[in-house]
Every structure is written in structure tokens, then in C-alpha cells.
């Protein structure tokens, strides 16, 4: 759920980001060029950022009447 959360900001991030260039007169070519790199940079950092922890190790279970 935080993946999307990313995502969809990074969307608008870029949205945004596509508009100011086109009403400041960059061609779309380049506003779609930019546009898809961002996107896939956003992919990447949100996969790497919302990635979930697991610890590593051993664990022991001991229930209430059991000794070790």
C-alpha cells in the first residue's frame, strides 16, 4: 500500500513537473522523454524504499511449561 502511495505522488510530481515545461514551451517529445525516465526512476525508488523488513536469525519458541 506505501508502493502505491509512492507512486501516486511521484505521479503528480511528474504531472506537474510535464505541465510547467509544456506551458513554458518545451516540445512534448522531450516533456515525454523526461516524463518516462522520471516514472521509471519513481518505479525504482519506490520498490527500494517501501521494501519490507525481515529479520534474520534464529528464533526460539518457548511455551509457559516447557524448559530448555
Partial sequence: MRFFAYIL???I???GL???ALEAG???L?????SLI???L???LGASRTRTYRPQGDVTVV???DQL
Avoid: N
Avoid at 522531450?30 to 523526461?34: H, K, L, T
Fill in 42 to 44: 519513481g518505479i525504482i
Fill in 63 to 65: 511455551r509457559d511449561q
Fill in 18 to 20: 510535464a505541465w510547467g
Fill in 9 to 11: 505522488g511521484f505521479l
Fill in 38 to 40: 522520471l516514472l521509471g
Fill in 30 to 34: 522531450y516533456v515525454q522523454i523526461g
Fill in 13 to 15: 510530481l511528474i504531472a
Fill in 26 to 28: 518545451v516540445p512534448a
